[in-house]
């Protein structure tokens, strides 16, 4: 029972993150599992990359049905992130102590933060004013960053994203998550396979638990954030980052 309890309370916060701002699973259940339930750290991610595949991929096409979702240019940057992740893994390895595992529980905070305080106003309008040819150069680009820096310091591809996407490439904000969930769906799944192909079957249990949770919660979120205000979806998305972050430096540091 305690089991099912922590990893819906996880799906919860991973599900909202999701549908609300792109927000990567692996943020919230990972902490979650390994200090609650003592999960392995390599096991626990797996579970949670496997709850975001899912999670990602129902906001994916909840945004896209909206017609909040930049497929052509996400594409794009996926390919770059997928191929830059690697890069950066690389280029980790031969650099002794780069440990950076809390900067994206801080940018997570940070990020809530910012949209509370400062929201993202764009508009599609604005949005159609760059050209295509710019737009697809700005994709490759960004992507190789944000590919680079998750692979460098393994963390942060979700808020990177959305980071980029709203702040660098002007979207709009459903947008810009829209796109961001499209992306993650591919990336998760990648990441998935890689760690069950590598450290076998996770606790089939966990894995249920968290993946039907998170796919119900990131369902609902995205609903609610297609049919809100710019203003709405700004505000609830700020107070979903913040909240989680603080929650998740709180189980970090238990």
């Known amino acids: 029972m305690f089991r099912f309890f922590i990893c819906f309370i996880a799906g919860i916060g991973a599900g909202l993150g999701t549908g609300f701002a792109g927000m990567s699973a692996a943020a919230v259940i990972s902490p979650m599992l ?3 339930l003592g999960l392995p750290a390599y096991e626990a991610v797996g579970i949670a990359l496997a709850s975001d595949v899912l999670a990602s991929a129902i906001s994916a096409y909840t945004y896209g049905k909206n017609k909040n979702l930049d497929i052509r240019n996400g594409v794009v940057m996926m390919v770059s992130v997928l191929l830059f ?3 950066g893994s690389f280029a980790a390895s031969k650099v002794p102590n780069t440990t950076m595992g809390s900067f994206s529980v801080f940018m997570t905070l940070l990020l809530g933060i910012k949209f509370i305080v400062k ?15 710019k737009r697809f150069i700005q994709s490759i680009i960004c992507g190789i960053i944000v590919g680079f820096i998750c692979g460098f310091i393994g963390a942060g591809g979700g808020m990177m994203m959305l980071l ?3 702040g660098v490439l002007g979207y709009e904000l459903k947008t810009a998550v829209g796109t961001s969930v499209f992306i993650m769906a591919f990336t998760a799944f990648t990441g998935a396979v890689s760690h069950f192909a590598i450290g076998g079957m996770p606790d089939l249990w966990c894995l249920v638990f968290c993946v039907a949770s998170t796919l119900l919660w990131a369902r609902i979120a995205a609903k609610f954030a297609n049919k809100a205000s710019a203003v709405t979806l700004n505000r609830a998305t700020g ?11 709180a189980v970090n540091y238990m």
């Open 119 to 133: 929201p993202v106003m764009t508009t599609k309008d604005s949005m159609k004013a760059v050209s295509d040819s």
């Open 34 to 36: 390994i200090t609650f």
């Open 85 to 87: 992740t690697l890069v």
């Open 164 to 166: 980029i996407l709203t």
């Open 239 to 249: 107070v979903v980052l913040a909240v989680l972050g603080i929650a998740i430096l």
